[in-house]
DNA sequence: CAGTGAGCGAGCTTCCGCTTGACTT
């Protein structure tokens, strides 16, 4: 089938279109609705419909599931108003074409806008493109299909199961576990959620063992005649014996080369962005989260400065590829310039849109100071992307030690050709690097038969590292191999394991180390010892207490749910549905009968989810100590509840977690609440609350902080902290109605008033003269915020 | 805001995947 050439289609076309109303063409981006309205000229319309205008029902599911699994479609509330255009546009148009993406979630989109707007699937015109080009969108145009409910059914079968799995599984939960806070389980996030715990679990259980790194320092002539230090590797030593049995073996050699090799090498350029690349690059090289990454994004894509931003495409279209190459030859000149062609390694893509690339290849930056380091990285990457391999030459030099049988090895690398380093370099993982690769240097000019002068030689003591920690978006790396989430959901699956509280991130500090070193020199063998920083992480992901406890309590009674190639093997599923090949409610049966009794069987027979761990013996009472999950997170207690006296209770601290905290570090933190003694007349009390450590006095409360330890503080701090505190809250007091409760305070938003729990903005125009408001007028703005409440979140619908 | 930790039970929570804004205690 080969296209109209693009100077027929109007003529086509016309004849169709000639005095009816204008055809209103449906996409779900607003930003790309006016670029193709700009293309398609006079005689369409085009609108937006804002992503899926339909979902299922909340209450009951949202699904028959005797009847088929029939779902319960409804408008929310929050798409009422596109919908309501929508209609109106459609009403008055000739026709209407439905220009969703191309993968499983457009084609449900374009059927729930026939369902909705009364348009027939059957003889709807369907059209896909994958870039926004003339080109591109006429051919599109000039070639529709109708809707494919195979597909659709694909989606459907999808929408569902991730329905049945998030409201079973979610109400399991709030069963069995005491916490009262709102927690979820689901398809993704409970798999992201294993991810982390299973890997502070390797991490707990890592053992680092130490060998001896074998470097020797020699010196030679430089191509310029100077004098250069260069190092050469041997075996390593298993232990500090046989390291020092080694060097002792070196004691008065003689170092030659015995060997050179010279090969070339070739570095190759990353794929243009997809939306998990992108996060991974921007925390890496920019440190910036995944969410704020997305968020620059959207302003670029925006403001027409990239290409659409949620992908998992790394194609560019013949027109990037063509701007690219004009850019690289004439900024660097032809040999810079190498065509590519990208082919996605992972087979979950749905490839509805190009890869993330600038709109013009020409615009090296932009204005926005916010978004600029961010589109900086996208065009060097697509520049990179189309540019020729850069060329190395990599050197190995045996060197024999005539005194024992040992050989060292010195390499060395030179770079011949930049190519596309010239622009860019992509960033590795602390996982996927290793020690050697990071420190290939240049090595002098060497000869066979050469005789080295001898400078030194090191026995360094080097340990194995335990795997780090995720990075939110090493987390998305992981979970793009393993197929589960897509694009547009990696930012809020994080959001919401970390809004549910089931991992936290944080940084952590390192510990120090001393580790042991032998140095050959002069003959003589000096031992030293030395330090090292060891563990410490930035911004990674822990899981919680609460994560780990809830991830073993799903593992244990949904094993199939959490196994990581379960959305994989679904997702095989899906495609036998869209190829029309399997009945989508059959599908969904055969995953719901043993799922349902999964649900049945947990709840009626699982024990609520303590998770604990015994500690050991309170010499004291005599009593067990156990750390476990209480009804507000983590706790250590020393005896039991049934016992006649009341068992003793200590929340853990932050950094503390049940699977790792010792009997000794449980103890510590009974020593709350301490009593500092008095001041000014009262006590000073320090003990940690709901809302963290406080100090209390007379009466008063007030937070500890950060940079203060309750365990530790002492009168001599806390005193004053507690003159300045209290000066403070007073200095944020405005003014204050004693009788009725009222308080007029500073906040960092302006003033506002306070009332028992609730807060109350200041109208605007009196919040200068905000000290001189009478009882009455304050009591007149309470009623006015009760009235007219700040819009904030969506209110909740009806009859659901 | 601030000491809790058992159990009862009303009424509530919850999923994933498309899309942007509205608006900050």
Not at 488 to 507: H, N
Not at 690 to 707: C, N, T, V
Request: net charge neutral.
């Amino acid at each position: 089938m080969t296209g109209r050439p693009d100077q027929n289609f109007r003529a086509d076309f016309k004849p169709f279109l000639t005095k009816m109303a204008k055809n209103l063409l449906i996409v779900e981006s607003p930003a790309k609705a006016k670029t193709i309205e700009k293309i398609l000229g006079e005689d369409f319309e085009v609108k937006s419909c804002y992503g899926h205008i339909r979902d299922l029902e909340k209450g009951d599911m949202g699904i028959d599931i005797k009847d088929n699994y029939k779902p319960r479609y409804i408008v929310p509330e929050d798409k009422e108003k596109v919908v309501k255009e929508l209609k109106a546009s459609a009403k008055k148009s000739g026709e209407v074409w439905l220009a969703t993406d191309e993968d499983r979630e457009g084609e449900a989109i374009s059927w729930h806008l026939c369902e909705v707007l009364g348009l027939d699937p059957i003889t709807t015109k369907r059209i896909v493109f994958h870039e926004i080009t003339k080109t591109a969108i006429e051919s599109a145009v000039s070639r529709p299909r109708t809707v494919d409910m195979n597909l659709v059914n694909a989606q459907q079968a999808r929408r569902i199961l991730d329905r049945i799995v998030g409201f079973e599984l979610s109400p399991v939960l709030w069963r069995k576990m005491s916490m009262k806070n709102n927690l979820s389980a689901g398809r993704v996030q409970s798999v992201a959620v294993r991810i982390i715990a299973e890997r502070e679990r390797e991490i707990n259980a890592f053992v680092a063992v130490s060998a001896f790194k074998i470097e020797a320092f020699f010196t030679a002539k430089d191509v310029t005649g100077k004098a250069v230090t260069f190092s050469a590797e041997g075996k390593r030593q298993a232990s500090a014996e046989n390291a020092d049995v080694f060097l002792q073996s070196c004691v008065g050699a003689d170092y030659t080369v015995t060997d050179i090799q010279v090969k070339p090498g070739k570095k190759t350029p990353a794929a243009p962005f997809t939306t998990s690349t992108l996060q991974q690059e921007a925390s890496r090289k920019l440190g910036y989260s995944v969410s704020r990454t997305m968020l620059l994004a959207q302003k670029l894509y925006e403001s027409g400065k990239i290409t659409y931003m949620r992908t998992d495409s790394v194609n560019l279209s013949e027109l990037a590829m063509d701007a690219a190459s004009q850019q690289i030859r004439s900024q660097y000149g032809d040999k810079y310039h190498q065509a590519r062609k990208f082919k996605n390694k992972n087979e979950s893509a749905q490839e509805a849109h190009e890869a993330i690339r600038p709109t013009y290849m020409d615009a090296m930056t932009v204005e926005d100071s916010d978004g600029r380091r961010l589109y900086e990285l996208i065009w060097k990457r697509t520049m990179a992307s189309q540019m020729a391999d850069a060329e190395l030459e990599k050197t190995v030099a045996k060197i024999q030690i005539s005194t024992n049988k040992e050989e060292l090895t010195a390499s060395g690398e030179v770079l011949k050709f930049d190519g596309f380093l010239k622009v860019y370099r992509e960033d590795r993982d602390e996982e996927d690097s290793t020690e050697e690769e990071d420190q290939e240097g240049v090595l002098p000019p060497l000869a066979v038969r050469q005789q080295l002068p001898f400078k030194e030689m090191r026995a360094v003591e080097r340990f194995t590292r335990a795997l780090p920690r995720y990075t939110e978006a090493s987390l998305v790396k992981k979970l793009e191999e393993l197929g589960i989430g897509r694009p547009s959901t990696y930012a809020p699956t994080i959001s919401t394991i970390l809004k549910r509280g089931y991992v936290e991130k944080r940084d952590k500090e390192g510990v120090k180390r001393d580790f042991r070193i032998l140095v050959l020199k002069n003959d003589k063998i000096e031992k030293l010892q030395e330090q090292e920083n060891t563990g410490a992480e930035k911004s990674k992901l822990f899981p919680t207490d609460l994560g780990l406890v809830v991830t073993d309590f799903l593992k244990q009674y949904f094993d199939n749910i959490m196994d990581y190639h379960f959305t994989a093997r679904i997702e095989e599923e899906f495609d036998e549905v869209a190829q029309g090949r399997m009945i989508w409610s059959k599908m969904i049966d055969d995953f719901y009968n043993p799922f349902k009794k999964d649900v049945e069987n947990t709840i009626e027979n699982a024990e609520r989810i303590k998770g604990e761990r015994e500690l050991g013996v309170d010499a004291q009472s005599g009593k067990k100590v156990v750390a476990r999950m209480g009804r507000y997170g983590p706790m250590v207690q020393i005896g039991d509840v049934n016992d006649e006296e009341k068992p003793k209770f200590a929340k853990l601290k932050n950094t503390q977690s049940i699977e790792t905290i010792s009997f000794d570090e449980a103890m510590e933190l009974f020593r709350l609440p301490r009593n500092l003694g008095p001041f000014e007349g009262s006590d000073i009390t320090v003990n940690i609350g709901r809302f963290g450590p406080y100090i209390a006095h007379d009466s008063k409360f007030y937070s500890l902080g950060k940079e203060h330890d309750p365990y530790t503080i002492s009168f001599e701090t806390a005193g004053p902290m507690v003159v300045e505190k209290r000066t403070a809250k007073e200095q944020r007091t405005i003014k204050i109605f004693e009788k009725e409760k009222i308080q007029l305070l500073r906040g960092p938003y302006g003033p506002y008033i306070k009332q028992g729990l609730r807060n109350y903005k200041l109208p605007k125009e009196k919040q200068e003269t905000a000290a001189d408001l009478t009882l009455e007028e304050v009591k007149a703005i309470i009623e006015d915020v009760k009235a007219n409440p700040p819009k904030r979140v969506p209110r909740k619908k009806k009859g659901n």
